[in-house]
Nanobody, 130 residues
Framework: QPTLTQSGGGSVQPGGSLKLSCTASTYISGFCLAWFRQAPEGGKDRLAVASLDRAWRINYARSVEGRATIIRVDANNTLYLQMNNLKPEDAGMYYC???????????????????????WGQGSLVTVSP
C-alpha cells in the first residue's frame, strides 16, 4: 500500500525544463510506474505520458518523445520525469502512478478513470507560458 508523494511542479517558459519527482513510501520494485498528464481543460481525462514497466522497459507518448525522460532510482524509491524543451501543450496537472500488474498504453487518453493503476500521487501542476 504505497503512498506516492510528488514535487517539482512549477511555471516555465516555452523551451524551458522541469524535473518532477515522485517518492514512494515503500519499495517500488515489482511495480509498473508511469506519468500521466491531465490537461487544464480536459476534465478527468489523463494522457499516459511515459511508463516504466516491471522489466524496466520504457515507453513515451509521441508528443513528448525526445523531450521527456523517465528515471527510476530504487535507492530512494523515487521516480522522476525530466522534461526539456517544454511546449504550451505540455501544461497540465502531472500525476505519477504505480501498479503491481498493469501498465498504461502511452499516448492514450484515459477517460475519467484510474487507467488500471492502483496507486497515485497527489499531482504536480506544470504551466508553460511566456
Amino acid at each position: 500500500q504505497p503512498t506516492l508523494t510528488q514535487s517539482g511542479g512549477g511555471s516555465v517558459q516555452p523551451g524551458g525544463s522541469l524535473k518532477l519527482s515522485c517518492t514512494a513510501s515503500t519499495y517500488i520494485s515489482g511495480f509498473c510506474l508511469a506519468w500521466f498528464r491531465q490537461a487544464p481543460e480536459g476534465g478527468k481525462d489523463r494522457l499516459a505520458v511515459a511508463s516504466l514497466d516491471r522489466a524496466w522497459r520504457i515507453n513515451y507518448a509521441r508528443s513528448v518523445e525526445g523531450r521527456a525522460t523517465i528515471i527510476r532510482v530504487d535507492a530512494n524509491n523515487t521516480l522522476y520525469l525530466q522534461m526539456n524543451n517544454l511546449k504550451p501543450e505540455d501544461a497540465g496537472m502531472y500525476y505519477c502512478a504505480a501498479d503491481r500488474a498493469n501498465c498504461p498504453r502511452v499516448g492514450t487518453w484515459y477517460s475519467g478513470g484510474r487507467a488500471g493503476m492502483d496507486y497515485w500521487g497527489q499531482g504536480s501542476l506544470v504551466t508553460v507560458s511566456p
